[in-house]
């Protein structure tokens, strides 16, 4: 088994089908987005290739270290992560096309008008461990 990070987005990915942004959707609209996404997790759970699901905040801070006794740095002149990354999903497949199969079934979950966002979504395989040498 492998596991897969299933990034949904912000911006920054090619434009849905349905790309009215989640902010202009009726209570209603995000409802049944989230349901799907519920009965989504809810599924792999069964099966065993849910590992780890979350939608993000818009609010958020990047920071780094910038020296020893200073204080560390907050934010700069870069694309943010909070205004990219809407949500993420890790799952636990047997095959990379199975991690594609469930990453475009995501994708079909509801957004304006009840209609599938067909959004893109980041599909990244964990970096793996180096094989183990036996002798």
């Given amino acids: 088994m492998a596991k897969y990070l299933l990034l949904k987005h912000y911006r920054g990915a ?14 209603d609209e995000v409802s049944a987005h989230v349901q799907y996404m519920q009965d989504f997790a809810a599924r792999l759970e069964d099966t065993g290739e849910f590992v780890d699901g979350q939608a993000l905040s818009p609010e958020g801070t990047f920071v780094r270290y910038d020296g020893e006794g200073r204080p560390p740095v907050t934010d700069g002149p870069f694309a943010e992560t909070k205004d990219l990354i809407a949500g993420w999903m890790v799952i636990d497949v047997e095959t990379y ?8 079934e995501l994708s079909a979950a509801p957004g304006a008008g009840g209609k599938p966002i067909h959004e893109w979504l980041e599909v990244r395989p964990f970096l793996g461990a180096p094989p183990t040498i036996t002798e």
């Fill in 14 to 27: 090619p434009a849905a089908v349905n790309d009215v942004p989640m902010d202009q959707w009726t209570p």
């Fill in 97 to 104: 096309d199975r991690a594609l199969e469930l990453a475009g």
